[in-house]
């Protein structure tokens, strides 16, 4: 059902205060048209005050927001080209299925042959044909989100807006809606924005994420990016996981944070650095390349890894993930030893602890 | 629990339910005994009393009366009144605590107090209002008010505030989504106080009293008017038919609302979803 024109979304310069504490703060950031767009971070982090600012449904305090290039900051809510699929669904519950799509496009003054026509197309979109007579009190949580999305997309947005669209449905259902919600995007080629607090739910759809934290966007980049390169000691944290160090004091040309040792890394540079779990190996305690010892508590078996929990002699606790098979087991005293390209520099601009 | 405790329980309720339904039970028997004065138990069975309620000319002409009133008091409050729950509920205005006291007020205020009140008003301003049905209607809607705007604002309290927001991101305006998404939510309020409102204005004396001359009343009002010359059981009779109207009337009213699924719906099945 191919949307004319998807959309590009800007957000210049956003301030939102409640009760004078400021929920956005000078929030900036550019959406591409036709992407797959995640607002990713903590309860309270001001993320889905900005889509609500982008909805219409709030007003800025000060800066604007821009759909498609125009500054709509001024648009009211129904006037604008975007559409909003709420955390809860919002169905209303005194209309069929079918009476809640068309809602919108009566609205619209679209009716008759075409207007059903554009019902069915929606509703066989997001496979909930069968259910079209149906009231919405009688559909599962997962129906129901089908026919918010359905409801949402038969007006044809240049931006589709989705508040946790997930949230409420249980974890096999949400990994399924995952790729039905980024198939959609693809299918309709309209430009999809997301708010969830899930950064794995968000890594798998998106096309790129901004993390956001107290109201300001800590870093906005593709997944792969914010992976491999966090620019702040939160996103390492956020976003998958991760072994962080701080408290870095210089050592005999390189650094030591919690008894670890990471050669060349100047320690006046870096507030803090970071290793994935796969990228730590275990050695023998006395090889030359090991930066630390570290002592097993657990193994768990994954499938494809194994997850060993490690605590070191400063009683600081780190996860390590090695190939299913390895031969490890809880008690086992083992050295750590990681590659130089795999430990990643916080750089010291980032004052702020992690949270 | 003992024995003991139990019985006095049982006893307790039985007194509530007797000191409640007494004077109801004691009308709608005089109202078919054939003794003129209720001393004892009841002689014998007749219609006579009820036949002669039908048929006198006041009683005939209050209740035509009463029922215009009604019916426009009740339109008058519900279109004053659900706005202004809307406006208390959702305006978001500076002052809205001070505006719902002002509309509960009337109901602190003595009705006496409040026909006089009118009384003067018609007798100094509008003279031509005096005794007329628009009259009455609009010292009643100033009782009904209150009740109109506790209830609607209950039923909007209630209703998830995103179902109107989804109907203004699907372009719907404001009153597009008043009309299609909040109306049909607070149905079942709405329904209750229309009712309510029909019948408090259906039963008013204290205000109405002052309002009307004494040929052409409401039927509350010459019910009064006639117990003051005759107390013979004329009065119990269109005093029976009252209580069974109004019972009938707020049965048929529940069992419509039950019918229609109206218990079930509305915003609360909506927040239980939302888990």
Redesign the interface.
Known sequence: MGSPHASSVEAVGLVRRFDGTAALDRVSLRIPENSFYCLLGPSGCGKTTLLRLI???DTPDEGRVLIGGRDHTAT????RP???V?????????MSVRDNID??LR??GVRGPRARERVEESLELVAMGEFADRM??TLS?GQ?QRVAIA??LV?RPDVLLLDEPLS?LDLSLQLHMRRELKRWQQETGTTFVCVTHNQAEAMEMADEIAVMRAGRIEQAAAPEHLYEAPATRFVADFIGENNVFTGLAADRGGARADHVFFPGVDADLVSALAVRPERIRLVDPGAPESAGTARVVTVGFTGRTLRIGLTNESGRELLAELPAGTRVQAGDTVGLAFDPDAVVRIPARDTEAAA | MTVLQRALRTCWLAACVVFITAPLLIVLVASVSTDHVLTGPPSGFTLRWLQEAVTYEPFRIGFVYSVQVAAVATAVALALGVPAAYVIARGGLPGTGVLRSLFVAPLSMPRVVTGFGFFVLYASVFPTAYGTVGGVALAHVLLLLPFVVALVGSGLANLDPSLEEAGRDLGASSSQVFLRVTLPQIRMPLAIAAVFAFLTSFDEVDTSVFLMPPGVTTLPVAIFLRLEQNQDPTTSAVSSLMIVGSLLLAGLTALALRRSGLFGAGGRLNRGART
């Not at chain 1, 009211?76 to 006037?79: D, F, G, Q």
């Open positions: 909805a219409g449904l009211p809510a129904h006037r975007t559409n909003l709420f955390q809860s669904g919002a169905l209303f519950p005194h809602f919108g609205s619209a919405p009190q949580g129901r409801r949402s007006k409420a």
